[in-house]
Each structure stands twice: as C-alpha cells, then as structure tokens.
C-alpha cells in the first residue's frame, strides 16, 4: 500500500511541476540548464574517479579525459549560463534534427510494415520540432528547454500514475 501511493505521489508533483515548467519557460529553461550542469559535474566527477580502475593505459586516459571534458562543460554552464542556454537549445535541435532522419530511414529499412507510420511519424515531428526551433533560434532558445522539461515531467508525471494505479491493482487482487 505505502508502494502505490509513493508512486501516485511523485506521479502528482511531477504533473505539477510540469504545468509550473509549461507556464513559466524561461525560469523553467533556466533551470534545465543547471540541472543539466549539476549533471555534466556529477558526471564527470564519477567518470574521473572511474579512470582509475580502468585497465589499460588508453582507456585510463580516455575515461579521464571525457571525466575532466565533462567536469568543464558542467563549470562552463555555470559561468555563462545565457550562452549556454543557446547552446544546449541548439544542441536539442541538432539531436531532434538527426534523431528524426534516423527514425525516418528506420521507417523504410525494418522488415515488418506494421509500424512503418508509427516510425515515420515520429520522424517527422522531430524533424518538424527541429525546424521549428531552428527557424526561431535565437528566441526559441529562451524558452525551448523550459517547454521540453514541462512536457517531460507530465509524460514522467501520467507514467508514474499509471505505475502506482497499476500497482494498486495488483494489490486488491
């Protein structure tokens, strides 16, 4: 029973904080690029750390390197973090850019036609989503990240309702 209602819980307050990101980007984006910052930190601190328990001289090297890379970008975000707004809202882009051809070209090459359209939707929205915040770059970038984490923390926020709901059959049965 406490499993369930933990899960309903941090379904709720992720659907609020998702409505408080859709209607306040900006304070919302500013707070995707510290989130993203605090990350890249952990991150590479970890990774770092990690590169002494690698075996081998190259990968020793490499694992520092990307640890120390990024422990640079997460301090970069912190000391620019308007530039790094624009950098991280043309970053999205690009993956959304990419992401959408790959899926487009999945679309054609998979054996089963079943669910060509599901992959060839999701192609193009991306690429849609992508030229869309290409288009009205740099304004978009003010408010991108802050939209995206609101729709992320509502998706996160019904999945989590879902899990906890679903949970809560399986005790009554």
């Known amino acids: 029973m406490v499993g369930r209602m933990f899960w309903i819980l941090v379904g709720v307050l992720s659907i609020v904080g998702g409505f408080f990101c859709l209607l306040n980007p900006i304070p919302a984006t500013l707070a995707a ?3 993203a910052a605090w990350v890249l930190l952990a991150v590479g601190i970890l990774q770092a750390l990690g590169s002494f328990r690698q075996e081998g001289f190259g990968s020793k090297i490499w694992s520092l390197l990307l640890g120390v890379l990024a422990i640079f970008l997460g301090y970069s975000i912190f000391q620019n973090p308007l530039a790094s707004v624009f950098a991280l809202t043309t ?4 993956a959304l850019l990419i992401g959408g051809g790959a899926k487009i070209f999945l679309a054609f090459s998979v054996d089963d036609r079943s ?3 599901v992959f060839l939707l999701a192609g193009v929205i991306s690429i ?3 030229v869309m915040i290409l288009s009205n770059f740099p304004r978009s970038a003010v408010t991108v990240l802050g939209i995206l984490l609101g729709v992320e923390l509502l998706a ?3 999945s989590l309702l879902a899990f906890g709901f679903s949970s809560a ?3 009554t049965v």
């Open 33 to 35: 690029t510290s989130i």
């Open 91 to 94: 970053v999205v882009a690009i």
């Open 115 to 117: 669910f060509f359209w």
């Open 128 to 130: 849609v989503l992508s």
């Open 156 to 158: 996160n926020g019904a």
């Open 169 to 171: 059959k399986k005790e």
